[in-house]
DNA sequence: TCGTAAGTAAACAGAG
DNA sequence: GCTCTGTTTACTTACG
């Protein structure tokens, strides 16, 4: 009545709440609060902000680290990389050591690949990066003055064994600051390549090589040369080294290029004199930049008859600016490279770990053996958090098809964030009730497990709980049981399950899914809500009947047709008339005693080239004829 | 344009 | 009478 809308208003403190028309209802959908903030986010962005996660953490232990900070308690700046509290402007957030020269903006705004926000993220970038490069140039003044004191020192007082130490240490935090802020910057550059922003190859001139010189000031490229020529010995120093004699750059990560450990130019005529005792090194010509007689230097590919005339290195790529960039770009084809296999490598342990797990594991678990993977793979809502939790609400589908945060996140994520989760109200309170040891719950109960689960219902109760007594009493999935202790209310799940999947065949959805067939990072909320939907996750506690394995091959079949229709590149285009797949194509469920010994799990899937556009359309709630088509 | 699913608001009734 | 619970209706919105 409306006794409990003025009671729920009140307790919650939101009187303008209640009583208020369905227009409001109307509006409220549409109020930016109601929204995830990043719902116009692209799987691009989130790598972008991951990124600049990254960067931020970094230069916050530059900032903290000369000004000798304390840490306030947090992890050691080695373990930085799940800090997700620290508070710093947005504008420092967003900068990356990298900087964008007016040739490369103009050519993104030719492309017209960014919005202006993105450029004006761009810009702040691009200040704010220089901001940090006078940083950091003077913080390595001053760590150059003070190296070059204490070596005085130590030669004065000749107590170079127990000083050498505090050097070492010394150097080496600031080796490793720079080389964090290289990878940065090296990272930041493949982003912008991945993006199509740049478009850097090995030796391909497209981009002008002074912007390569540019993104770096002069003195920072001479720094991290002398940082990465960690091969360079001793005797090969002389006195024009600047008191970078006593150095020790034997940096704790060894260069992995060839190129950088042997040749890596750094300054002044020694390495001159350097490069060619390393050239006379490999006078067996097995140098690493000499092979069948092409010089192996990124963008050269100089044929030579013989060894010898190989020593064109000494002139073509001597140490310029070109070189110097053509280093930095080989330096990042390497770095992606291995992050890449890094990647491959740890995806190949998730595939076997997943794959082993999956042969050991009794046959007799009502699981598509085809889906699990992938729902394992890329769900957000597992049994860990969510399970399955149940369809996305449809008139947040554009809203929500954002990755959300992985597993264990996502659960803190809804706990703490006022973000409504992108699930109907019917599955979250299937949800709620299967995640009760009894898989029963009071009203109340679940009235709590919304609030506890989730931020977002920790107010408007009385919008929420009406809705959630409406839909209570409106699924037959949910059935009101009495018992000793009052009513409790249980989840048919063949109930559940008879109704309508969602539809993933819509652009958005189909995009989702692409990139979580592709590999994508996550898997969308939408897909996810397809699938769980249907039970793919493992959470079927109850009966599996035929019904299930219906809506089960309706997920699986609005999977493959979604992916399979829209498997090029665009998947924008769902026009109902469009069907790029014929309908042999589509996939359906054969409802047949299953074979255990024929399949891997319960469902047969065939194809079939009669299958009704409206396959699922039958299955909806029209087996009771009048059931909730009060609508 | 239409049908459907979902969300919201509200009226109503029964039980404690 | 109040509150909670449950049912039902009406309406709006999103989507295919």
């Not at 409001?24 to 991951?50: K, N, Y």
């Not at 399970?387 to 703490?416: A, C, T, W």
């Not at 069907?579 to 891997?600: Q, T």
């Amino acid at each position: 009545m409306m006794q409990e809308s003025r009671t729920e208003a009140t307790s919650n403190g939101q009187a303008n709440q209640n009583g208020a028309s369905s227009a409001e209802g109307g509006s409220r959908e549409g109020q930016p609060d109601s929204s995830p903030p990043s719902a116009e986010v692209t799987t691009a962005d989130l790598l972008h902000l991951q990124h600049h996660q990254v960067a931020r953490q970094i230069l916050l232990q530059q900032q903290q680290q000369p000004q000798s900070q304390p840490n306030t308690g947090r992890k050691s700046p080695k373990t930085n990389d799940a800090q997700p509290n620290i508070q710093v402007p947005v504008s420092v957030a967003m900068m990356t050591p990298q900087v964008i020269t007016p040739q490369q903006m103009q050519q993104i705004l030719q492309q017209q690949v960014l919005s202006p926000q993105q450029l004006q993220v761009l810009l702040q970038q691009q200040q704010a990066l220089m901001l940090q490069q006078q940083q950091l140039q003077e913080f390595y003044k001053k760590q150059q003055e003070q190296l070059h004191l204490q070596l005085l020192q130590q030669q004065h007082a000749g107590s170079k064994p127990n000083k050498e130490p505090q050097v070492s240490a010394q150097q080496l935090a600031f080796q490793q600051q720079l080389l964090q802020v290289q990878q940065v910057q090296q990272q930041h550059l493949l982003n912008l390549q991945r993006q199509g922003l740049l478009s850097i190859q090995p030796g391909q001139g497209s981009l002008p090589l002074h912007q390569l010189t540019q993104m770096i000031p002069a003195e920072l490229q001479q720094l991290w040369k002398e940082v990465t020529n960690t091969h360079v010995k001793e005797e090969h120093n002389n006195g024009n080294n600047n008191g970078h004699r006593g150095l020790d750059l034997s940096s704790p990560t060894p260069p992995k290029n060839p190129l950088l450990s042997q040749h890596a130019p750094t300054n002044g005529q020694y390495l001159s004199h350097k490069r060619e005792s390393t050239l006379e090194e490999h006078s067996s010509h097995s140098h690493p930049l000499y092979g069948h007689g092409v010089c192996k230097w990124p963008g050269c590919e100089a044929v030579f008859d013989d060894f010898q005339s190989f020593l064109h290195l000494n002139n073509e790529h001597a140490l310029d600016d070109r070189s110097t960039a053509q280093c930095r770009v080989q330096m990042q084809v390497v770095q992606q490279l291995e992050l890449q296999l890094a990647k491959d490598k740890e995806r190949l342990q998730a595939m076997m770990t997943h794959l082993h797990v999956k042969s050991t594991e009794p046959k007799a678990a009502p699981q598509p053996p085809t889906l699990t993977p992938l729902s394992q793979t890329h769900s957000v809502i597992t049994a860990n958090s969510l399970h399955s939790v149940g369809p996305m609400r449809r008139r947040y589908s554009d809203k929500y098809n954002m990755p959300i945060s992985p597993l264990s996140q996502n659960k803190e994520f809804y706990m703490n964030a006022d973000v409504r989760p992108p699930f109907t109200y019917a599955s979250l309170i299937r949800q709620a009730i299967l995640d009760s040891p009894e898989k029963q719950l009071t009203l109340n109960e679940i009235y709590n497990w919304f609030t506890r689960m989730f931020a977002y219902f920790r107010r408007n109760a009385a919008t929420w709980k009406n809705a959630v007594r409406h839909n209570l009493s409106l699924h037959k999935c949910f059935v009101r049981v009495e018992n000793v202790k009052g009513a409790v209310w249980t989840v048919d799940e063949i109930e559940f399950q008879k109704r309508r999947p969602q539809k993933i065949s819509s652009p958005a959805l189909v995009k989702n899914i692409q990139t979580s067939l592709g590999y994508g990072p996550t898997l969308s909320a939408a897909f996810q809500a397809s699938m769980a939907e249907n039970n793919i996750p493992l959470y079927t506690t109850a009966s599996i009947g035929s019904p299930t394995l219906n809506s089960l091959a309706n997920a699986i079949r609005e999977e493959m047709n979604g992916a399979l229709d829209h498997g090029n590149s665009n998947g924008s285009d769902s026009s109902p008339g469009r069907s790029p797949l014929p309908a042999r194509h589509h996939i359906s469920v054969k409802e047949e005693p299953l074979d255990p010994d024929d399949h891997e799990g319960p469902l047969s899937l065939v194809t079939t080239a009669n299958h009704s556009p409206d396959f699922d359309h039958h299955r909806d709630y029209d087996d009771e004829p009048g059931h909730e088509d009060m609508l």
